[in-house]
């Protein structure tokens, strides 16, 4: 059985125990696994990773206090069956997740089970809503590694076109009139090709494609920025590395540098600011990204 599916119970009055399994009858699909000692909860919640926890002994907060950082760190929801006097004292950090019910009305028949059954939707809600958001970011970075691959490769062509066009000039001074004529039309359909300007409008295309209005909002907030400067920006979302910025804008390291430092004033951001974050707030799926 999957360890999605079980449920630990806590209870250390063994005559309560038995009564308790039974009020959680009508809970289908789930594996109960239940200990009478609060010392083995941690260990067996640890061990089986449960859906839920249902702490049913008499005193509950040495529980919580115990649960506490192994809650924190597997997010996962506590069910309290307590004395009514206890319940006002009961206390749990904000970032635990802990549901109360009174002892006395937890052995009413279907109460308990209800209550179990509508947490449990409620979990599974919230596990796939989460999967669906890791799904989406999931795309969203392979096709920004994509887009990454595709400028990588856009510039190597561009690199070869470029050794083409030079040796095509230089055999051109050895050629008679008319080829050398022929050799200079190539050369300008070439040099067409490898317009920057060209070459930007199909990254644009790509880059909108994968990041909406990622553009639009940057030229909104800061029109006074080049189309370097832009650039820059696109290819520190995609994480491009300095060493690729560096390759692909023709500059050396410290020009990227300068570049960057000087970027960043333009953006009102200080020197301890972090461009990627900055930069992150604008894509339509805003991460915690840092530089």
Request: with cysteine; glycine share 2%.
């Amino acid at each position: 059985m999957q360890s999605n599916n079980r449920i630990v119970i806590g209870c250390d009055n063994p005559s309560f125990l038995p009564v308790l399994l039974g009020r959680l009858g009508d809970v289908e699909g789930y594996h109960f696994i239940s200990t009478v000692r609060m010392g083995d909860l941690t260990n067996l919640i640890k061990s089986v990773k449960p859906i839920l926890v249902i702490s049913a002994f008499r005193n509950n907060q040495p529980v919580l206090q115990e649960l506490m950082p192994a809650q924190k760190y597997e997010s996962l929801p506590i069910l309290c069956l307590s004395r009514k006097e206890e319940l006002p004292i009961l206390h749990w950090e904000r970032s635990s997740i802990v549901f109360t019910v009174p002892f006395e009305i937890a052995t009413h028949a279907g109460f308990l089970s209800k209550r179990v059954h509508s947490l449990l939707m409620l979990i599974k809600s919230h596990a796939s809503r989460q999967e669906t958001k890791d799904n989406a970011q999931d795309v969203a970075s392979k096709a920004t590694r994509n887009l990454s691959r595709y400028v990588m490769e856009l510039d190597q062509k561009a690199s070869a076109l470029k050794a083409v066009k030079n040796r095509i000039v230089a055999l051109s001074e050895k050629a008679d009139l008319p080829l050398r004529s022929e050799l200079k039309s190539l050369v300008n359909t070439i040099r067409m090709s490898l317009s920057d300007r060209n070459r930007w409008e199909d990254f644009k295309l790509y880059f909108e494609n994968v990041n909406p209005n990622f553009l639009n909002k940057l030229r909104d907030n800061h029109p006074d920025l080049t189309l370097k400067d832009v650039k820059y920006c696109c290819y520190v979302t995609m994480n491009m590395s300095n060493d690729d910025i560096t390759h692909i804008l023709g500059i050396n390291p410290e020009s990227v540098r300068t570049h960057k430092y000087r970027l960043k004033k333009k953006l009102g951001l200080s020197k301890n600011q972090s461009l990627r974050h900055y930069l992150a707030k604008l894509l339509p799926d805003s991460s915690s990204l840092t530089a």
